[in-house]
């Protein structure tokens, strides 16, 4: 059991009139967890929640055995890092941007950064291919490149838990690959924990080890892809009709869409054999 | 890593020398023209000659008070654009100034300065700078959002509602105050109390120090208090100590040479182009450069239509208003 490294009990949070309510699940080290679940139930809020951004209304967090809430925000940040849907973006150049991730680990009356920061910093860009444009600034690059100097900025921090929130919207689908096949890697060869929300069930399903379901604040079902995407669950939590098959690559489950139209044509079809 | 630091280096010397430079020049020219060359000799030569008197009693005041209002406006500027994210805010755009001047004049009004000392003067600056600053912070954050513009109509609101309000006290005071007020709303270096003028100095000194214990958790905040959190900084505590500073800094100015507007606009606006975003330089550089700005806008103010004057919130009110404008229209906002 001492391989948890969070641990939410009875969680309850969130501001008006959205709320978090009796959020119960534990992360164990090394996991890559996604968190999914329609537009507004609580995803976002709940990384909000785990980072100190919002106060628990009841309940608790446990992070590597220690409430949250009495650890110093600048420990926290040297074990979590985050990597936010819509970040602040200032005028700056990506190696300034990932330097900002040593924060955490600067002495009371450190001044310049060490070699050590710069080194760690380097190792992250090259780690996150953005090295090759250090000296581009921020505001300029791709959201590609600049979704990849986050997660370098994150990295940097030298966390053991990863959060991020939909790191793949508004890119094409190479990116989106890229994006978490880094995310993979990470997870894989230094054994980063790795929280995040997705968006796209199949993404979800083909990258995690566990999925997390939200809906209208809740903790609807958690567990394998397996266990948690399958047309009856989704079709009660998105009001959605779905055909859930296997991938024919990695024959992890996989969520095909139906139209309306063509939703109506079948109907109407069976209704024609049925008479 | 040490280029950085080379860098950083030379723009201070080159933000120094041009302060420098400023000064010298601003000692030199007025009513009485000093050639350079003279002034070495001047000073040399000791106590005694009328220009003696004039560089070292009228002239050199003014100076040393640009210096520490010219610099602790720019940098209370520079601290409230990094808390806000956005380049337009400044003391004065934000009415904060306008609070300041409020306080002070009440205080004249009821005479409490006659009672608690002349130095009942900046701390009354400061009392009325920083009520106005949760007032505009608790009003832009009720929503959990920023609205920048909002913020500064909230701004520009406070300082006509404070400037109606001396205006009342103006109206309802004995004319021997009248004067004093007036000479606050305008912004003007002509203080012959030197002990106000060390008392600037001081506060503005204890600023910029005081500043660069927060100059990580300024470029943290400068991503948005979400992603400064996300570094570990505790940004509620963070907000409060920077207005605190913020306050001390344009009250304990206004007090002494009355709402001079704009130069925590004009002067990181310029400084961030030159220098970047980084507050480790940010800092000092607004600091030297504000300091230099007003002294330049002083000699300005008092040559031009020599051998009458203009108060100095006149040329920085043109300048600052214009660039405002420029900066407001301007599509992309740097920041």
Redesign the interface.
């Known amino acids: 059991m001492n391989n948890i490294i969070l641990d939410v009990k009875d969680l309850v949070s969130g ?1 008006d009139p959205f709320f978090l309510k009796e959020i119960n699940f534990s992360v164990k080290k090394g996991e890559f967890i996604g968190v999914i679940g329609p537009n507004g139930s609580g995803k976002t809020t709940l990384l ?1 929640a785990i ?3 919002l106060k628990p209304k009841e309940g608790e967090l446990i992070y590597g055995g220690e409430n949250i809430w009495q650890m ?7 074990k979590v ?2 990597v ?1 849907q819509n ?6 150049t990506v190696e ?1 941007f990932v330097l ?2 040593r ?2 680990h ?1 002495k009371k009356f450190q ?3 060490t ?1 050590r920061d ?1 080194d760690i910093a380097k190792r992250c860009m090259v780690l996150t291919d953005t090295f090759r444009i250090r000296d581009q600034y921020v505001g300029e690059i791709s959201g590609g490149e600049r979704q990849l100097a986050l997660i370098a900025r994150a990295l940097c ?1 030298e966390p053991e838990l990863l959060l991020l929130d939909e790191p793949t919207t508004h890119l094409d689908i190479a990116h989106q690959l890229g994006i978490l096949d880094l995310i993979k890697k990470l997870n894989k060869d230094l054994g980063l924990t790795v929280i995040t929300v997705l968006h796209d069930l199949n993404l979800a399903s083909e990258y995690c080890h566990k999925l997390l379901l939200m809906h209208e604040g809740r903790v609807y079902k958690m567990g394998s892809p397996e266990e948690v995407l399958n047309y009856k669950v989704i079709e009660g939590v998105y009001k959605t009709v779905v055909v859930v098959d296997k991938s024919p690559v990695s024959s992890k489950p996989y969520i095909f869409i139906v139209t309306e139209e063509e939703r109506q044509r079948r109907a109407k079809t069976k209704k024609n054999i049925d008479s | ?1 040490n280029k ?2 080379i860098r950083w280096a030379i723009w201070v010397l080159i933000f120094g020398g041009i302060l420098l430079i400023i000064s010298i020049f601003s000692l030199g020219i007025g009513a009485s023209r000093i050639p350079f060359h003279r002034i070495f000799p001047l000073i040399l030569e000791g106590k005694g000659t009328t220009e003696y008197s004039i560089l070292f009693d009228i002239r050199l005041p003014r100076i040393i008070l640009g210096f520490a209002i010219g610099g602790a406006l720019s940098l209370a500027g520079v601290i409230l654009q990094g808390m806000f ?1 956005n380049p337009l805010v400044e003391p004065y755009t934000l009415g904060i100034s306008g609070g300041a001047a409020l306080g002070v004049s009440i205080n004249i009004v009821l005479g409490i300065n006659l009672i608690g000392g002349i130095l009942s003067i900046p701390v009354s600056g400061f009392l009325g700078a920083l009520l106005v600053i949760l007032i505009v912070y608790s009003l832009s954050t009720r929503k ?1 959002v920023l609205k920048i513009h909002g913020l500064l109509l909230t701004g520009v609101m406070i300082s006509f509602i404070s400037s109606s309000l001396i205006m009342l006290f103006m109206a309802l005071s004995h004319t021997e105050d009248l004067h004093g007020i007036i000479f606050w709303t305008m912004g003007s270096l002509e203080e012959p109390n030197w002990l106000l003028i060390k008392v600037a100095v001081l506060v503005s000194i204890f600023g910029i120090v005081v500043s ?1 214990f927060f ?2 958790r300024l ?2 905040l ?3 208090e ?2 400064a ?6 940004t509620e505590r963070t907000k409060r100590q920077l207005f605190f500073l913020a306050s001390i800094l344009t009250g304990c100015s206004v007090a002494v040479a009355g709402i001079i507007g704009f130069v925590g606009l004009v002067v990181p606006h310029f400084v ?1 182009m030159f220098v ?3 507050h ?1 330089i940010l800092l000092i550089s607004a600091f030297l450069s504000g300091a230099g700005f007003l002294i330049l806008c002083d000699t300005l103010a008092r040559t031009i239509i020599s051998p009458l004057e203009l108060p100095v919130g006149v040329i920085t009110g043109i300048l600052g208003g214009s660039l405002f404008i420029y900066a407001l229209t301007k599509k992309k906002v ?2």
């Open positions: 501001y909000r980072t100190k951004v110093k925000s600048q420990n926290l940040a040297k890092a985050v936010a970040p602040g973006i200032s005028f700056m300034d900002l991730g924060i955490p600067y001044f310049m950064e070699k710069l921090q | 890593m950085r630091l994210r959990a660069y100059c990580f470029n943290a400068s991503l948005g979400e992603e959190q996300h570094l570990g900084i505790n961030r970047g975003q980084d480790r740097v920041l």
